[in-house]
C-alpha cells in the first residue's frame, strides 16, 4: 500500500468520523446506527496505519491477494448492515400501518356515522 493511499485513507475515514459524531450531537443520528460507521472508520485507519495486518488475515485465510480479502470484507459488513437496515424498515412500515388503521379506526368511532351523509 503506498503512502499516499494510506494517508488518503487516514484523512478519509478521519473526515467520516468527524462528520458521524456532528450527525450524533446534532441528533440526526442514533447512536446505535452510528457505532457500525464510527467501527468501520476505525478498522480503515487501523488498516492504514499497519497495512501489515491485511497480509497477515489474507494469508491466514488464504486469500491470493490482500486486495481481495479488502474487498470481500468490506461487502461483506455492508451487506450485513444492509440487512438489518432492511430488517429495521419492514418493522417501521408495519409500525406505521398499524398507527394508521388505528388512527382511523378512531376517527370514525369519533365522528360516527354522520360521515356518510353528506353535508349541505
Do not use: H
Amino acid at each position: 500500500m503506498t503512502s499516499t493511499l494510506r494517508v488518503f485513507l487516514i484523512l478519509l475515514s478521519i473526515a467520516v468520523l468527524i462528520f458521524v459524531f456532528r450527525k450524533i450531537r446534532k441528533t440526526d443520528f442514533v447512536i446505535e446506527d452510528s457505532l457500525f460507521w464510527i467501527f468501520f472508520c476505525i478498522i480503515l485507519i487501523l488498516v492504514s496505519i499497519f497495512p501489515k495486518i491485511c497480509y497477515m488475515f489474507s494469508d491466514w485465510f488464504g486469500f491470493e491477494s490482500p486486495t481481495n480479502f479488502v474487498f470481500l470484507v468490506t461487502i461483506f459488513c455492508l451487506l450485513g448492515k444492509e440487512f438489518f437496515m432492511s430488517i429495521k424498515v419492514t418493522k417501521l412500515q408495519n409500525k406505521l400501518t398499524n398507527l394508521i388503521q388505528e388512527y382511523t379506526i378512531d376517527s370514525k368511532k369519533n365522528t360516527g356515522s354522520n360521515d356518510m351523509n353528506p353535508k349541505s
